[in-house]
């Protein structure tokens, strides 16, 4: 049985538990390291990265968690977990360190305030039979300003008629910007778990 743990220390948990149980596999809540043991897939939320990333070490997961996305455990990371997982933050939070795990630039709030969160459609540009839509919240979003040679654009958000890009992949790590456990699409987790099933590669 396929078992996707949720990184559980703050943020939209319960939103990516009951897609994942949507989708017919368990989940499992990781709070301390040993919750990563065993796992197939891992799902890092969103909410505020400058308090996640304190929380990491509260919780002594920073390390455990940058040895397992790093050993190639296959992670969808959505808003704050994006710019978690992202090597630079244009605009970190004053002490806000990154796992630095994913080739990209990030600069966090790129399309405004908490006021602002608006359901969008993006286009999901990796479907297996070419783009597609996903229908997602955008919250204090992050955008990808810079992306480095190994990584893929998955996902784009038109603003003002321009393409802005709110999704990545590098291997085994999906970024997305925007929050489809909100809407309850399921492209970005069925792209997780189709994941699970390649050879793991160590990434950097
Ligand atoms: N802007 C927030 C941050 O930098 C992310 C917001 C979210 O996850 N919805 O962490």
Sequence with gaps: MTTVGVLALQGGVAEHERLLTGLGVTSRRVRRPADLDGLDALVIPGGESSVLDRLLDVAGLRSALHEAVAGGLPTLSTCAGLVLLAARVANPAPGQRSLGLLDVTVRRNAFGRQVDSVETTATWEAGP????????????????????????????????????????RQGQLLGLALHPELTGDPTAHRSLLAMTAAPRAFIG
Excluded: W
């Design 129 to 168: 039979d070419g783009p597609t839509r996903l229908r997602a919240a955008a919250i204090r979003a992050p955008e990808v300003v810079q992306t480095g040679p190994g990584v893929e654009i998955v996902a784009t958000m038109a603003v003002d008629r321009q393409d802005r890009v709110v999704g990545v």
